[in-house]
T-cell receptor, first 113, second 111 residues
Framework: QKEVEQNSGPLSVPEGAIASLNCTYS??????FFWYRQYSGKSPELIMS????GDKEDGRFTAQLNKASQYVSLLIRDSQPSDSATYLC?????????????FGTGTKLQVIP | SQTIHQWPATLVQPVGSPLSLECTVE??????LYWYRQAAGRGLQLLFY??????ISSEVPQNLSASRPQDRQFILSSKKLLLIDSGFYLC??????????FGPGTRLTVL
């Protein structure tokens, strides 16, 4: 079982729609969760971090965390063609000491004009 | 503000040749530093991390090594490259062991 799982996509949404990206993780004691955006050929860029159950909003982005279900999602409202990229979910363990961040393989999002 | 640099941006090397990739961070002190590799179609694989000068932890056995000779400098090396070493090498820094911020990366092709 993969530690962090994402649907590879591509997820295609029309411009202006809401894109919903999902991620599940296996380590029940994970404490920190991150979403990165990676354009083709470029390095990942941190767009959201979330640490508590519930929703966290930043502009057009909303991260949702449900630790009981071991599920984290990213919603992108009013999707734009410039949002077309691969979105990486990252999870940090929480068992004390150094805990590495584990990345999913990413979901490719295509926003159709 | 903090800036992270990596060089070179691209590199083509023959099998068996040595490797040295450099990463430097500006605008912060005592950052946590990381080396990742992203192979085509695969996720980010943590190779090494460092919480201070001379302190290196390795995540996977391989023919790569890392060094941190200065507070804001992190170097990835190999004595003899293998074909499987091809990939996108990313350096990242973190102020708190949580959020990580990536450099622009080095794309390595081993022929």
């Amino acid at each position: 079982q993969k530690e962090v799982e994402q649907n590879s996509g591509p997820l295609s949404v029309p411009e202006g729609a809401i894109a919903s990206l999902n991620c599940t993780y296996s380590d029940r004691v994970s404490q920190s969760f991150f979403w990165y955006r990676q354009y083709s050929g470029k390095s990942p860029e941190l767009i959201m971090s979330i640490y508590s159950n519930g929703d966290k909003e930043d502009g057009r982005f909303t991260a949702q965390l449900n630790k009981a279900s071991q599920y984290v999602s990213l919603l992108i409202r009013d999707s734009q063609p410039s949002d077309s990229a691969t979105y990486l979910c990252a999870v940090k363990g929480g068992s004390g000491g150094y805990q590495k961040v584990t990345f999913g393989t990413g979901t490719k999002l295509q926003v159709i004009p | 503000s903090q800036t992270i640099h990596q060089w070179p941006a691209t590199l083509v090397q023959p099998v068996g040749s040595p490797l040295s990739l450099e990463c430097t961070v500006e605008g912060t002190s005592n950052p946590n530093l990381y080396w990742y590799r992203q192979a085509a179609g695969r996720g980010l694989q943590l190779l090494f991390y460092s919480v201070g000068i001379g302190q290196i932890s390795s995540e996977v056995p391989q023919n790569l090594s890392a060094s941190r000779p200065q507070d804001r400098q992190f170097i990835l090396s190999s004595k003899k490259l293998l074909l499987i070493d091809s990939g996108f090498y990313l350096c990242a820094w973190s102020p708190t062991l949580n959020e990580q911020f990536f450099g622009p990366g080095t794309r390595l092709t081993v022929l």
